[in-house]
């Protein structure tokens, strides 16, 4: 459903990914590791069309994305959420969700028409909101709800652009240790036909959701298997200096 193919990209003389390839089935659940300055950011923003790579070739559904621009990849069915939060605070949960939905449908073009009033786009907002836990909250304005709604809506706006893959940037950055669990919940409770890539410092949320773990090292792919693989591993207890021998 998503693969990289040897892609590698320098800013100057520093080479950040190097020759990342990476195979993601459908329905994949996989979680990226690494220590701060591995990459994981950068190759994510070359998947999503953020950053052009130097050399490699990137594929969606298979099909060669690589020269397509962010909209395009959207259109395709590749959607990000990011971790930093990237929402229209001044509007309701119910609109980014309607105006995300929208999009994806093509209900914005009209010069007339309001896309939050298309039966489609209403629906989508109704099964998005049921599935990230928001329907209670529909109604409340973004900028006077809590930091862990927020991320909520972040994988809702995502979720609503019907997408195949769904690429998550730290999803539990800044929550309590509360609202981590609920992420643990809300994501293992996503469709499984939808294939997900995270980027993840949480090990216990790491190891509970992923069928797969890549770690990254200064840009390469140092490993590539199974949690339980990944939890035996000497070189990743000496990358992470033993952050998961409880894991």
Avoid: C
């Amino acid at each position: 459903m998503l693969e990289t193919r040897n892609l590698t990209k320098s800013f100057g003389p520093i080479q950040v990914t190097k020759s990342v390839s990476l195979k993601l089935e459908k329905g994949e659940r996989r979680v990226i590791l690494g220590p701060n300055g591995a990459g994981k950011t950068t190759l994510f923003n070359q998947l999503v069309g953020e950053i052009i790579p130097n050399a490699g070739s990137i594929h969606l559904d298979g099909a060669d994305v690589t020269a397509l621009r962010v909209a395009d990849r959207a259109r395709r069915g590749l959607s990000r959420s990011y971790q930093k939060n990237t929402l229209f605070d001044a509007l309701t949960i119910r609109e980014n969700l309607g105006l995300a939905a929208a999009v994806a449908l093509g209900k914005g073009q009209g010069l007339w028409s309001d896309p939050l009033q298309s039966p489609e786009v209403r629906e989508t907002v109704r099964e998005v909101a049921a599935l990230v836990d928001l329907a209670p909250n529909l109604d409340a304005t973004v900028s006077a709800v809590s930091y862990g709604i927020r991320r909520q809506l972040e994988v809702g706006i995502a979720l609503a652009t019907r997408p195949k893959v769904i690429l998550m940037d730290e999803p539990t950055s800044g929550v309590g240790p509360e609202m981590s669990k609920g992420f643990h919940r809300l994501l293992k409770s996503l469709p499984r036909e939808l294939t997900i890539l995270i980027i993840e410092h949480d090990m216990d949320l790491a190891f509970d959701v992923a069928d797969t773990i890549t770690v990254l090292n200064y840009g390469e792919v140092v490993f590539d298997g199974l949690p339980e693989a990944a939890k035996g591993s000497q070189l990743l207890k000496d990358i992470y200096l033993g952050a998961w021998e409880d894991a």
